[in-house]
Every structure is written in C-alpha cells, then in structure tokens.
C-alpha cells in the first residue's frame, strides 16, 4: 500500500526558515516523482513543484519558483519542502503527492499545517 | 498556464438524483500523439486530502463506485454523479497534467438539496 505521511503542524515566526518533510513507502521511490500542492485556509489546491527522485530533478510553478525548494532523500524515502524566509502569506496546508505514469497525482499525504504569524 | 475553469462553484442536489460538474479548460487538454486527454477530477472531503476518482477524463479508479463519470475532450469536461449518496457532499476538483504547471479547477461544491 503506498503511503505519504507527513512531519507535524508548525508555527514560525515571519522572516523564519522552515522544511517540512514527507516519507514515502509501498512502492520504489526512484520510479515516481514527488512534489506538492498548497492549499490556502477555505481555498483551492495549487500545484507548487515536483522533485525525480532519481536524479533530484526538479520542475516549478513559476509563481512559486525561487520562494520554495523542492528536494528528495532516496536513501531515506523522503521529500521535503523548504522555505529560507516564511512570510504570513505562507500559511496555509501543504500536501505531498505522488504522481504515477503519465503524471496524475495518484496518492496524497495527510497534509502539514504551517501557520506564519508574528 | 493552462486555465481550467469549473462550473458551477456550488450545487445542491436531492438524495438520488444526478449532480453534473463541467470543466473547461483554456488550451487543448488532448495529446494528439496518443489520443488521451491529460484531466482528472478529484473529491475533497473536509479535513482530507482529495482523493483521485478519474484519470485520463473518463477512467475511474479502483473503488471508486460506478455513479461517478467522467466524460469530454479537448477542452471540456464533465463529472457525473448519477445518483447521489450522502457520503458524496465534498469539493470536487478538476485537474490538468498535460503540462507544467500543473493546474486546478476552483472547486465545486456539492450538497445535498
């Protein structure tokens, strides 16, 4: 069974650094991409970015490029997201997803809660 | 980036009777190369994350009950719920993988009348 399950809920101070984190089993993790979508408090899902395993490749949404680092750890099956400076606007759920053949996203994590407020 | 455009934003249905959610999006979803158009729609519970009912604008996933359908091509695109059930008051989403970024619909609420 594959499964995502994802590090706690976290609340940062503006101006904070932040990386969160995913941990994948069920499947070999070097044969999916893995990235993740943000949904803002009573909001729609938006795709952030997605990370190869295999090789750390990475593709961004170009509104998010630059404010967010996608990365993997195949010896550990994990991925993770990370901010180097977190602004209020940041708050919001985050989810992993795992994208099959053909790229739909097929599996979810349970999601992560970071809230940014001074 | 491709703008995917759902209809309408809430519903309310009676127990039974059909709910339809359309999807239009702002460029062809339609790989010409193997004919297959890169949608699916997802359902979002409260609390959860979405879960995957249909891929590739018409295939439902494994476990998905048969009252959900998905049909369309091109640019638009259709969830049918045929008859429904309690269990089925969520947001739905559409969602374009052709390309990067990818992108959602805003979500369909649905409701029981």
């Known amino acids: 069974e594959v499964q995502l399950v994802q590090s706690g809920a976290e609340v940062k101070k503006p101006g904070e650094s932040l990386k969160i984190s995913c941990k994948a089993s069920g499947y070999t993790f070097t044969n999916y991409w893995i990235g993740w979508v943000r949904q803002m408090p009573g909001k729609g899902l938006e795709w952030m970015g997605i990370v190869n395993p295999r090789d750390s490749d990475t593709r961004y949404s170009p509104s998010l490029e630059g404010q967010v680092t996608v990365s993997a750890d195949k010896s550990i099956t994990t991925a993770y997201l990370q901010w180097s400076s977190l602004k209020a606007s940041d708050s919001g759920m985050y989810y992993c997803?795992?994208?099959?053949?053909?790229?739909?996203?097929?599996?979810w994590g349970q999601g992560t809660l970071v809230t940014v407020s001074s | 980036d491709i703008v995917m455009t759902q209809s309408p934003d809430s519903l309310a249905v009676s127990l039974g009777e059909r709910a339809t959610i359309n999807c239009k999006s702002s460029q062809s979803v339609l790989y010409s190369s193997n004919n297959k158009n890169y949608l699916g729609w997802y359902q979002q519970k409260p609390g959860q994350p979405p879960k995957l009912l249909i891929s590739w604008a018409s295939t439902r996933e494994s476990g998905v009950p048969d009252r959900f359908s998905g049909s369309g091509s091109g640019t638009d695109f259709t969830l049918t719920i045929s008859s429904l059930q309690a269990e089925d008051v969520a947001v739905y989403y559409c969602h374009q993988y052709y390309n990067n970024p990818r992108t959602f619909g805003q979500g369909t609420k649905v409701e029981i009348k």
């Open positions: 997803e795992r994208q099959r053949d053909g790229g739909i996203i097929d599996s």
